[in-house]
């Protein structure tokens, strides 16, 4: 078993439930990640990319949030602290604008956001400024990369979109920070670490 692995069913280990609580390490203290959404995350990255879980943080984004809260998380796998985020998703995939994902799709020119693992790659700066490129590490996400799918910063994600419409824009399928949090959340996760996509 390679060490990641090793760390990874560690993890599952520490989070498997008696009585409905943690046994022994709790990777969500203050309880802002769904469980069963955690679980599905940590099960679905030792599954698909254990060689890849090696950064000691894991990014989880929870679309069945409306996208006025914070949805994006990051978890810290040795301390068990968690950062909250709000993002955005794609145009394609809340076609009646509520700000709600829909549904998710890797079909080039869906403008539809991908769901499932994929692996935080090289910086760039691109026309939105400081960009990041995502390795989507699954058959239904693989376009990823082609379709141009990137972490980056918006103005329809800023704090007065927010209060201005009750929710942020839409990407075109990309994950969409404001200006602020970008910089935070690239502050604590490093290249490599795996983003699980789902709702």
Request: glycine residues 10%; aromatic residues 8%.
């Amino acid at each position: 078993m390679s060490a990641a692995r090793f760390a990874f069913a560690l993890i599952l280990l520490a989070f498997s439930c008696v009585d409905g609580r943690a046994t022994a390490l709790d990777l969500d203290p203050s309880h802002q990640v769904r469980p069963s959404f955690l679980s599905a995350a940590l099960a679905a990255a030792e599954i698909i990319a254990p060689e890849n879980a090696t950064t000691g943080k894991l990014v989880v984004v929870d679309y069945s949030l409306h996208s006025s809260k914070e949805r994006l998380f990051v978890l810290d796998l040795e301390t068990g602290a968690v950062s909250g985020y709000r993002v955005s998703h794609g145009l394609g995939s809340d076609p009646d604008h509520d700000g709600y994902l829909d549904s998710f799709s890797s079909i080039p020119g869906s403008q539809a956001s991908p769901e499932g693992v994929l692996r935080m790659a090289e910086e760039y700066t691109g026309k939105h400024g400081r960009s990041i490129r995502l390795d989507g590490l699954e058959k239904g996400n693989r376009t990823a990369r082609s379709r141009a799918i990137v972490i980056h910063a918006a103005s329809y994600a800023e704090p007065g979109h927010l209060t201005r419409y009750g929710k942020l824009g839409r990407s075109n399928g990309c994950i969409v920070f404001s200006q602020a949090d970008l910089e935070r959340f690239l502050a604590e996760v490093p290249e490599g670490t795996l983003i699980f996509v789902g709702k």
